[in-house]
């Protein structure tokens, strides 16, 4: 029988299905200025390709915030997943054959209250060899000046490894909203954005966009991988774990729209 939560969920599937289908069918929810806008922002962008320099953006350090203080910050996620350690008595095989043990990494998502932002902190392993492995390099390259205008500041520790980032509140992009102001509004420049940057963004979906002050923005950063990573099978994944090890295949973890792998593949060397 299923249990609460897959309930839950379905549940808010059908919702968000049953407001795509009033809003396609009304055209209902669409700020037509706005639309307007981004399309126009996005040909420019196209036209004169500006990735600006991530070194700019303000950072803080890991320190500064203290997360046990309830009445600052509310634990909104918590993401935290088993990772596997490479290790000669461990008692765990993972999928690629290696001996070593499971540890529970990943990262946490709090509301600052005081700022209204939302912090997402990752542990130590996560940005070196997890998820997050090419979040510094997507930074370095500049691709979110164009697709993150929420973005507040970029944390850090003592050690000057990426640690999180703050993203300022907003709405969540319902399914329609995605498709009018990212899909299509937006489409040329993400592309474009891709070809530049040499990264792909794996989970480009409605959850990870909000809306904030007239702007869209992109709130889920670390979800990125190169090019030539496309499509790669498991093979492909033992051999890159000296670079990012999370015990599958992380590629295999496409939930972006179908023309955007489309154009990754035309695009992709080889």
């Known amino acids: 029988m299923p249990n609460i939560r897959t309930l839950q969920r ?14 396609r069918s009304t055209g209902g929810g669409i700020d037509t200025r706005l639309e307007q806008k981004l399309s126009s922002r996005a040909k420019d962008f196209v036209a004169r390709p500006n990735l600006d320099d991530a070194g700019r953006m303000t950072r803080c350090s890991v ?18 997943y088993r990772r596997f350690i490479v290790c000669d008595d461990g008692p765990d095989t993972d999928d690629f054959g290696r001996t070593g043990r499971w540890i529970p990494r990943g990262s946490r998502v709090f509301l600052d209250r005081t700022e209204d932002v939302y912090l997402k902190i990752f542990d130590e392993f996560y940005c070196d060899r997890g998820e997050g492995r090419f979040l510094p390099a997507a930074l370095d390259e500049g691709i979110y000046g ?7 500041y970029l944390v850090e520790d003592c050690d000057s490894r990426l640690r999180g980032y703050a993203i300022r509140s907003g709405r969540i992009l319902s399914l329609y909203e995605f498709e009018r102001y990212v899909e299509v509004a937006l489409k040329e420049a993400i592309c474009e954005i891709s070809r530049l940057s040499g990264l792909y963004f794996y989970d480009l979906t409605f959850h990870n966009f909000i809306l904030r002050d007239g702007e869209i923005s992109m709130i889920d950063l670390e979800s990125v991988l190169p090019l030539s990573w496309f499509g790669m099978d498991k093979s492909f994944s033992r051999e890159m774990l000296h670079q990012i090890d999370v015990g599958y295949p992380i590629q295999e973890k496409f939930h972006s729209p179908a023309w955007y792998a489309t154009y990754i593949e035309q695009i992709t060397p080889g």
């Open 146 to 152: 164009f697709l993150c205008p929420a973005l507040a």
């Open 10 to 23: 379905a549940l808010a599937y059908a919702r968000r299905r049953a407001l795509y289908w009033i809003q």
């Open 63 to 80: 320190d500064d915030f203290d997360l046990a203080d309830v009445n600052r910050f509310r634990l909104i996620r918590d993401d935290i």
